[in-house]
């Protein structure tokens, strides 16, 4: 069993949590809750875990993602606690600990800046969050394992004035796309990527195709 992503997030901030709600076959977070968010491989085996960290603590289940070969598992809660033993239950039963976690890898990070009218709108066809707009600085973030994407827009948020505009977390890569004036996107570029790389675990594995 190999974990991918082992991420907590300790407070969802309001645009993440209404993207998430977007996305989320599950129980919608809401602003302010914590969220844990496990990815491991084989996908199948995110039932199992499921079942053990809905029943270890009083936490809710948002997303799961069951593909062949990866799984995704986010729950949330208005505890911390109760979010990271959910997280803890995870660990014990894959005999597992935290550091045994891929580090997040980022592969590309692009900065497009006073983005053109009908850029926008393709990007707004398939957005499931805000939309970007004629004259806003875009940046674009892919990483590996895909998991981590869903800190790293949360993180986004909370570090300046952006417009989350779609986050995909699950696959074999994630990306996500902020939006907004160029100043504000810069900052959140800069503290994605610091915090990013310090988050300690095993390197990944897989090679960009």
Same mark, same amino acid.
């Given at each position: 069993m190999e974990l991918r992503t082992y991420i907590f997030l300790d407070s969802l901030q309001y645009q993440m949590a209404s993207y998430m709600a977007t996305v989320s076959k599950g129980y919608f977070p809401v602003a302010e809750q914590a969220c844990m968010v496990v990815e491991i491989s084989p996908?199948? %085996?995110i039932n199992r875990l499921t079942d053990i #960290? *809905?029943?270890? /603590?009083n936490v809710t289940p948002g997303i799961q993602i069951v593909e062949r070969l990866f799984g995704l598992l986010e729950v949330h809660s208005d505890s911390q606690a109760d979010t990271r033993d959910a997280g803890t239950a995870v660990l014990k039963a894959l005999k *597992?600990? %935290?550091q045994d976690r891929m580090k997040p890898k980022i592969l590309t990070s692009q900065l497009i800046k006073n983005i053109d009218d009908h850029h926008a709108q393709l990007i707004n066809k398939v957005r499931y969050g805000n939309m970007v707009l004629r004259?806003? /600085?875009l940046f674009v973030l892919e990483? %590996?394992?895909a998991g981590y994407a869903y800190y790293a827009a949360n993180e986004a948020e909370k #570090?300046?004035?952006?417009n989350i505009i779609n986050v995909t977390g699950y696959g074999r890569y994630g990306r996500i796309y902020i939006a907004g004036d160029e100043a504000e996107v810069l900052v959140s570029k800069?503290?994605?990527e610091s915090r990013l790389k310090g988050i300690k675990g095993r390197e990944p594995e897989g090679k960009a195709e």
């Open positions: 996908g199948i %085996e #960290a *809905l029943k270890a /603590t *597992l600990k %935290e004259g806003d /600085t990483i %590996e394992p #570090a300046s004035h952006i800069e503290i994605v």
